[in-house]
């Protein structure tokens, strides 16, 4: 999936879908999209820039549970996220794992 689609597919086609799958390249180039995106508008206004992080904060916690779910791991696993740091890199390690390729033609 490239950069576009992924944002679109994300952004407005399964914005709150946490059914399914989501690939790896999807997954990445949303999350590519949310840092640059906060990144500018910070620069540009901090109120802009919160209000664009509560925008894409469903789509983002959907297309993680995706792809969790791809990786073959349960949607629970977010709740690791509340142990600060190791949380974080847990999800992370998930997230870089390779998917079911049965769920490519999905």
Not at 27 to 36: Q, S
Request: hydrophobic share 55%.
């Amino acid at each position: 999936m490239r950069f576009l689609e992924s944002v679109e597919t994300c952004s407005t086609k399964q914005y709150a879908d946490f059914v399914g799958f989501a690939s790896r390249s999807e997954f990445w180039w949303y999350v590519l999209f949310l840092i640059v995106g906060q990144v500018l508008l910070g620069l540009v206004s901090h109120k802009i820039a919160a209000l664009f992080a509560l925008v894409t904060l469903l789509p983002y916690l959907a297309v993680g549970t995706r792809r969790l779910r791809d990786a073959g791991r349960n949607p629970w696993w977010w709740l690791v996220s509340l142990i600060p740091l190791i949380g974080a890199i847990v999800l992370i390690i998930f997230w870089t794992q390779p998917g079911d390729p049965a769920h490519s033609s999905i």
